[in-house]
């Protein structure tokens, strides 16, 4: 059963979520309208901040500074903030010159961010998990996500050999070359989605539901929170089909992502994790991942091959326990 602390959070971080939910979703469909492509792809970089910034937002407003990483805290929603107020002006003036803006902010925020993380004391960020922790178990299902990743790639291009030489001829190599540097100087946007879902919600999902009702009820949760990103960025012409993969992906990565964060209760795994998905992605299209145009047999092969994949650990011995913990 939620303790009273944790309900008054939830609370908090379910009007937060909703309210920066339809606040972007709005200025999306403001730039997509405008045709502002590189303002639309930043402002998508945006959102991913919204789930963490919520849950800081909500620790702010119901702890004692002593028990949270309150400079680190403060620092993330800051970053959050300003990160907006640049990409909104972006739209406002209908110019792309804030990008440069954003990609120096970017920059100087993250070291910000990095040195609020060092300036907390090392036992509070053990007591609130922000340490990388169970290095063996974390390492053992990052080499597992990057192995299922080649293997699904693999699969999807399996009966088109002409689509997989025209993949491997577009495959962006500078940003394979520059993976994992550009990792500490992006860090925060998949930070926040992670802290949001599997630090957060994840836990008291599963309190109310158990192990495994709960972590699908948050894959389904995710999918649906990327609704006006899939409408006006990754496919306007073909929404419903793109909109149904998304979800099916979110639950399904959904399951392997929150095994991962159980078993080595890690933030930083999902966090990497996240991170890799995304950005191998970026290298196989070739950095180009909005306005992508979908039949339903590959919105249906897509949804396929990713619960095979990833769906596939429901089954994992670590969702046995499916008791509910509420009355």
Known sequence: MLEVLEKKELK???????????????TLKWAYNLKLDGV???????????????????????????????KFSISYIIFTIISYIIMLFGVILKNEIVNDVF???????????????????????????????NKKSS??????????????????????????????SGINYILLIILIPNYFLSFAFFFGEEYGWRYFLQPKLQKLFGKRVGVLILGFIWGIWHIFISLYF??????????????VFCIAIGIFMGLAYMVTE???VPTIIHYLN?????????????????SWSDALIGAGINLIFFGVFIFA?????????VE
């Open 12 to 26: 908090i971080f379910t009007i937060m979520l909703v309210l920066t939910t339809f606040i972007m979703g709005f």
């Open 40 to 70: 639309l792809g930043n402002l998508v970089a945006v959102q991913m901040l919204m789930p963490g910034f919520s849950v800081f937002i909500a620790q702010v407003l119901t702890r004692k500074k002593e028990e949270i990483l309150f």
């Open 103 to 133: 990609a120096l902010f970017i920059f100087v925020g993250h070291l910000a961010i990095i040195a609020s993380y060092f300036m907390e004391n090392k036992e509070l960020r053990n007591k609130n998990k922000f340490t990388f922790i």
């Open 139 to 168: 390492f053992l299902y990052i080499g597992l996500f990057i192995l299922i990743f080649a293997m699904r790639t693999g699969l999807s291009y399996f009966a088109d050999k002409t689509a997989f030489l025209e993949m491997m």
């Open 234 to 247: 990754y496919s306007p012409e073909t929404f419903l089909q793109q909109a149904i993969v998304q979800v």
């Open 266 to 268: 890690n933030i930083w």
């Open 278 to 294: 995304n950005n191998l992605a970026g290298v196989l299209t070739g950095g180009e991942l909005s306005n992508q145009v979908l």
């Open 317 to 325: 011995k670590k969702y046995n326990d499916n008791k509910k913990l």
